[in-house]
């Protein structure tokens, strides 16, 4: 158990008559980037509380670096840092004495505080602006300052609860590549959650798919890339007709059907064979020229599991 960082044994947590978290194992060894992907409501940020002894499981238990979070919450919490979706800063404080103030809380001398404050804000490329209200910032450099506040006092485990929520999709990939690095240089081990696969495929070495509090699957993206759904046929030609679509479309072997321009795309079920689908179009007066087939993306894989998956609707943010 040493090698882990985070360890669960049936770990669950109801909200009245909801299950937010489902008996759920996993196991997150240390020094890696975990990313747990799912969509709104699957049950993410619950988890995080829990790791972090902010809530109380209804049965089963977590390990966190070796401690118990129900019981040691505080010990847990002084070994971690943590991103949330909202930055959290003092917006009227400048971006260092919203750091200062924190290396502060954190316990550290004022050389170490300072040095580290350098250290960070030069990473993340805020020394020259340290004087500026940190209210004054775009949304993806206050989260850069959320970062460098978590990493301030050298923690263990980092905590990110979808730090790249509300960000323009050009400031999420050189915040990833920056936490990458860090991650790296400092030793720490990453959990992060998100909605999107861009996300953790970009930076996460492990990646576990959440839905309804249940983990569905777990493994690198390319583990992941092997199992759970069919290749995807490329269907080059002429005369796809609608009637021709549908009939297709009900195939056993078929998962969906994407008419495009001068091509169809097919998605196969696991055990999915191409020749009676092109067979069918071919009798059904279609012109196929060309038949590629394409190995499935991990997008298709992730689509392919939550649709495997019935959703149990609920609401509210505490379950997101």
């Not at 890339?225 to 609608?242: C, H, N, P, Y």
């Amino acid at each position: 158990m040493e090698h882990l960082a985070i360890h669960t044994d049936r770990l669950s947590r109801k909200f009245q008559n909801i299950c937010a978290v489902d008996n759920l194992n996993l196991a997150v060894e240390r020094g890696t980037i975990y990313g747990l992907l799912g969509p709104s409501g699957s049950g993410k940020s619950t988890l995080v509380r829990l790791l972090l002894g902010l809530l109380e499981p209804t049965s089963g238990h977590a390990l966190v670096l070796g401690l118990d979070p129900a019981r040691d919450g505080a010990a847990v919490r002084a070994q971690c840092g943590v991103v949330l979706q909202s930055p959290s800063l003092y917006g009227r404080l400048s971006i260092e004495q919203n750091l200062d103030l924190f290396g502060r809380i954190w316990g550290l001398n004022a050389p170490e505080r300072n040095r580290r404050l350098q250290e960070l804000l030069t990473h993340f490329g805020l020394w020259e602006r340290r004087k500026e209200a940190a209210a004054r910032l775009s949304r993806g450099m206050q989260q850069r300052l959320s970062l460098a506040r978590a990493l301030l006092p050298r923690p263990t485990l980092l905590f990110l609860d979808q730090p790249a929520a509300g960000l323009e999709a050009g400031s999420t990939e050189p915040l990833h590549r920056e936490l990458a690095i860090l991650a790296a240089e400092e030793d720490v081990t990453v959990f992060m959650t998100t909605e999107t696969l861009a996300d953790a495929e970009q930076i996460c070495r492990r990646i576990g798919l959440l839905r309804d509090g249940r983990l569905l699957a777990e493994g690198t993206p390319q583990e992941l890339s092997r199992q759970g759904a069919g290749a995807r046929l490329e269907i080059v030609g002429t005369g796809f007709t609608d009637a021709m679509i549908a009939l297709v479309s009900r195939r056993r072997e078929v998962v969906r059907v994407e008419p495009d321009t001068g091509r169809l795309w097919i998605d196969l079920q696991p055990a999915g064979h191409a020749a009676p689908v092109v067979n069918l179009l071919v009798e059904s007066g279609a012109q196929v020229e060309q038949v590629l087939r394409h190995q499935p993306s991990l997008a298709s894989i992730y689509r392919a599991i939550l649709e495997q998956t019935p959703a149990t609707p609920y609401a509210g943010e505490e379950m997101s």
